[in-house]
């Protein structure tokens, strides 16, 4: 890391979502363009080029993965995209490639951590009215809906989880060596 400063600040789920995935489709591309460039030439044989090739590859690949989850979590009803968590980033003149990609899953690990307490309080309603001795038809049919879009939300952020893990396994080779 260089120098820069830690900066705090406050964004919505979506948002943070959305920003994460923009910044990993502009990473893909810039990987991609410079396996590209390595392409037909000495470098394509070296090591370099592997790990930029397999940098791109993974980019690309959780870029999709990222868009697929973020329309998943949209149709999800009952949970507040636009509540707004706490962010904290390094922040510098000129990020490196990692800095980028560490900003991108602080704001997936920020979205996901806020979607996860709405989940906590969903179950909680769920375990509130299984606490009732009876429930009436109205009751049990907003159980079900409670429990199946609390379930739901929890496959993705499952999915958010293993991309989170992709991205960081991810390396980004120096320019010059």
Known sequence: MGKGK????????????????????SLADEMSE?????????LEYTSKYETVS?????????SS?????????EEIKGFNLEKTT????????????RDR?????????????????QVDEIREKVRQLEELDTLNQEQQKEKETLEES?????????????????????EFPGMYG
Do not use: H
């Open 65 to 73: 993965s990222l868009e697929d989850v973020i329309s998943e979590i």
């Open 101 to 117: 990609l560490d900003m991108a899953t602080t704001y997936l690990s920020a979205a996901k951590d806020e979607l996860q307490d």
């Open 150 to 170: 609390a379930d739901n939300m929890e496959d993705q952020l499952n999915e958010l989880d293993n991309i989170i893990s992709e991205l960081e396994g991810i």
């Open 86 to 97: 706490e962010v904290t980033l390094f922040q510098s003149k000129r990020p490196s490639r």
């Open 54 to 62: 397999e940098s791109a590859d993974t980019l690309e690949d959780q």
């Open 34 to 42: 410079w396996r590209d460039n390595m392409e037909g030439t000495n």
């Open 6 to 25: 830690v900066k705090t600040e406050q964004k919505s789920i979506i948002n943070c979502l959305n920003d994460a995935k923009d910044e990993i489709a």
